[in-house]
């Protein structure tokens, strides 16, 4: 069965930082591409950030390039999301996902496989 499982979220002020996991089971790691959305209340789910199978290339949603680093571990079969200087619009549930693409992937519809995901909240 797989699951990807995401952890980190919580509430923090304008500014700080945060740092999500999410750890994968019952896939072969290293031959997906994994990717992060992200979902405000009231609004459609939106893209990230991407990375590649070796985690040699990534790619990124303007508004957190410069903010955000996306990076894995394939030995622990875990994806990161390093948030920094985060602002009140990047509140929202944040999911993993895994893509069977070989292309890094910026469209929901290209995942093979979705967490629940982690909230983070930043107030002002």
């Known amino acids: 069965q797989v699951q990807l499982v995401e952890s980190g979220g919580g509430l923090v002020q304008a500014g700080e930082s945060l740092r999500l996991s999410c750890a994968a089971r019952g896939i072969t790691f290293n031959t997906y591409v994994m990717a992060w959305f992200r979902q405000a209340p009231g609004k459609e789910r939106e893209f990230v950030a991407v990375?590649?199978?070796?985690?040699?290339?990534?790619d990124y949603v303007d508004p957190v390039k410069g903010r955000f680093t996306i990076s894995r571990d394939n030995a622990k079969n875990t994806m990161y999301l390093q948030m920094n200087i985060l602002k009140p619009s990047d509140t929202a549930n944040y999911s993993c996902?895994?893509?069977?693409?070989?292309?890094?992937?910026?469209?929901?519809?290209?995942?093979?496989?979705w967490g629940k995901g982690t909230l983070v909240t930043v107030n002002s």
């Open positions: 990375i590649n199978r070796n985690g040699g290339v990534t």
């Open positions: 996902a895994a893509s069977r693409s070989p292309l890094l992937a910026r469209n929901a519809n290209l995942m093979s496989y």
